[in-house]
């Protein structure tokens, strides 16, 4: 599995959404990208970008500090 990372840590929302879907357009099919954030909104905001798109979320996590998310390219 290809997996590009994504450090989103010190954006506010809409940008760790919108700078993400960037990246993903320039991603094959299948590929993953894991978004490191610190935003708290993103986690909403993630959820809602994946059902809209049809980008999966198959992973998150809360480490605290951090919040990881990983999205694999529909």
């Given amino acids: ?9 010190g954006l506010q ?14 991603m094959k ?12 909104t993103t986690i909403k905001e993630f959820q809602e970008f994946c059902r809209r798109t049809g980008h999966s979320l198959v992973a998150f996590s809360d480490h605290g500090q951090y919040l990881s998310f990983l999205i694999k390219h529909k």
């Fill in 29 to 40: 099919s299948g590929h993953c990208i894991r978004v490191l954030a610190n935003d708290r």
């Fill in 13 to 26: 929302c809409p940008l760790p959404v919108l700078k993400t879907n960037k990246i993903l357009h320039t």
């Fill in 1 to 9: 599995m290809v997996e590009t990372v994504f450090d989103a840590q």
